[in-house]
């Protein structure tokens, strides 16, 4: 996937200041921050859940389309996981995890079905899958929804800090899952602020600020060294705590 040149403003407002971004298939890139760095922004610009100004995203050598049937399908490669988990009420578990493929990859209730159960099975949640969702957890839930968006074996994942809305003893569990999908060989953008996180599955730490990317390092040298003073100043606030 490739971010190239790629501005965001919301009026006066520069949100995403001239992104170029490479990421390669099976890689994990953990962007972090300080608020109102663009962070969010730019990993709903990726799914067009934002449109930009300026530059192209393309995966796989395709560009984004704008809209239409393309993008559809094009959302349909990349899987998104938010902090809220967006999962729908009304529907049990199982439901949730099989609309996706049933009406956008058009694949038979079983087979879909059969795939869902797996994948609850592997996020560690497969025997709730006939409840609703107010009867789990916040991280079941947001166990679900990983679950969810891999029913659709995207591409690339998108998580837009996932466990910020989470009690800290769910935070683990979630984190587990998407270690185990890093090391499954998935590609990954991640939007966190845990730093645990960020050192033990990134291949590389992206750091934003004020809408740009500032610097990019593997997690040891980022973490031990890093270059910029935005950097050295935004560590020495988050990792004396």
Not at 9 to 20: E, N, Q
Not at 92 to 103: C, R
């Amino acid at each position: 996937m490739c971010l190239t040149g790629v501005q965001k403003h919301y009026g006066s407002l520069h949100v995403l200041r001239d992104i170029d971004l490479e990421v390669d298939r099976g890689e994990v890139i953990v962007v972090i921050g300080p608020s109102g760095a663009g962070k969010s922004t730019l990993c709903r610009a990726i799914n067009r859940l934002e449109t930009i100004d300026e530059g192209e995203i393309a995966i796989d050598g395709q560009p984004l389309p704008q809209e239409g049937k393309a993008l559809a399908r094009l959302r349909a490669d990349v899987g998104m996981v938010f902090q809220s988990f967006n999962l729908f009420a009304h529907k049990t578990i199982l439901e949730n995890v099989t609309l996706g493929p049933i009406k956008v990859r058009k694949k038979s209730k079983a087979d879909a079905e059969k795939r869902a159960r797996e994948l609850l099975d592997r996020v560690g949640v497969g025997h709730q899958a006939d409840k609703y969702p107010a009867q789990l957890s916040g991280g079941q839930q947001q166990r679900v929804a990983i679950a969810r968006a891999l029913a659709m074996e995207p591409k690339v994942m998108l998580f837009d800090e996932p466990t910020s809305a989470l009690d800290p003893e769910m935070i683990k569990e979630v984190l587990d899952v998407m270690v185990d999908l890093a090391e499954r060989g998935m590609t990954m953008i991640v939007v966190t602020h845990e730093m645990g996180f960020a050192r033990t599955a990134a291949n590389r730490v992206v750091f934003m600020a004020d809408g740009a990317i500032v610097e990019q390092a593997d997690p040891e040298t980022f973490f031990t060294n890093p270059e910029s003073d935005r950097a050295k100043d935004f560590l020495s606030k988050i990792l004396k705590h």
